[in-house]
């Protein structure tokens, strides 16, 4: 029922008849939308006060519910200025983490929370971002300057940032993702969008997701681009790299070409999962879909398991692989997708990100 709903919310077009239904979800919506815009205007009106800290701080985020990306894409900056002699460490919230009181997940050597304390994407950062320091927490200048005075990093990179205007950012990166755009352009509960459309101005840069073809994006650049006439708008797309067993061994993609294929997911874009699975080669002939950040029980583990009989192999995501190996999934032929983000304009990308570290320090 849920994703039938999530599908229904996601679409760009919908009939007169589909609008009446959604009518009440509209008349909440206004005040949803008028508490948005307050909190904004107070930011910049300086009533609520933005803190900043001594550092470059680089933002991900989206303005719309749903999977953009923004995981994949922080990992793949950390790598990325690491690479380029610039290391960071990695501020997130910690969606459904555990209260603790110890902000570090990880010093870049030593991962210290568990996937139920840290929330399982600040765990899977910190087990993919080797030399990077992850912390999660609602107080991110905290926790920020704890990094800078533990870890002698040189920046600082928020993951899902865009709408946490206390903490004061050098650059905004703003995630679309490029099939769903900014569905039928309403606020929540009605439409997708988190904040108006007009809020895109706090972006620096926009960078569009899940794109095979940037040709084919030109109508979304362009109402970005009446927005905000000045910003610079990038591509990416994911690229599957190899599959990944319970206890990181790894293996081709070809091993599960033509295989008949369980595919399993807690995300937001089950879909899209899919899809990538499919362009693997991998014959898709049963589903499992839970929710969003899931957190797996050994009841969930037995449906698995029987709806995985006919199958050569369940596939799932690295991010519900945290929260799975958790229990006794040593009996199952489970393996889950790797996948890097790809920015087709790369050079271009770092040039402009890089160029803050020069001005700052």
Request: net charge positive.
């Amino acid at each position: 029922m849920s994703r039938r709903i999530d599908r229904f919310l996601y679409q760009k077009e919908k009939s007169i008849g589909e609008r009446i239904l959604l009518f009440p979800l509209y008349l909440l919506s206004l005040p949803y939308g008028g508490a948005v815009r307050a909190r904004s205007l107070l930011y910049s009106l300086e009533l609520l006060r933005t803190k900043t800290l001594p550092c470059p701080v680089i933002s991900v985020g989206n303005i719309t519910v749903g999977g953009t990306g923004k995981t994949p894409l922080v990992m793949a900056l950390a790598k990325g200025l690491m690479d380029r002699g610039i290391p960071m460490a990695i501020l997130s919230r910690g969606y459904k983490g555990k209260k603790t009181s110890e902000p570090v997940v990880s010093d870049g050597k030593t991962i210290f929370l568990s996937p139920e304390e840290s929330g399982d994407e600040p765990f899977l950062m910190a087990k993919a971002c080797k030399g990077t320091p992850v912390l999660v927490g609602k107080d991110r200048f905290v926790n920020g300057r704890i990094a800078l005075q533990r870890f002698g990093v040189k920046g600082l990179l928020l993951d899902d940032g865009y709408q946490h205007l206390r903490l004061d950012r050098d650059i905004n990166i703003l995630l679309i993702d490029s099939h769903i755009g900014f569905g039928d352009h309403t606020l929540l509960p009605r439409g997708i969008l988190r904040e108006p459309l007009s809020h895109l101005r706090r972006a620096n840069i926009f960078l569009l997701t899940k794109v095979e073809d940037p040709e084919t994006t030109r109508p979304l650049e362009k109402k970005i681009h009446e927005i905000h006439p000045s910003s610079q708008v990038f591509h990416s797309h994911y690229e599957p790299v190899s599959l990944v067993g319970p206890k990181e061994e790894q293996e081709e993609l070809h091993s599960l070409k033509g295989k008949a294929i369980l595919a399993l997911s807690g995300i937001a874009n089950p879909n899209y999962f899919s899809s990538m699975l499919k362009k693997c080669g991998m014959k898709i002939v049963r589903e499992a879909i839970f929710p969003d950040h899931y957190l797996y029980t050994t009841k969930d583990l037995s449906s698995i398991k029987e709806k995985s009989k006919r199958v050569d192999c369940i596939v799932t995501t690295e991010k519900d692989m945290v929260k799975l190996k958790k229990l006794n999934i040593d009996h199952l032929p489970i393996r889950a997708l790797r996948i890097e983000v790809k920015i087709w304009e790369e050079k271009e990308f770092y040039q402009r990100v890089v160029k803050i570290f020069c001005v700052k320090n």
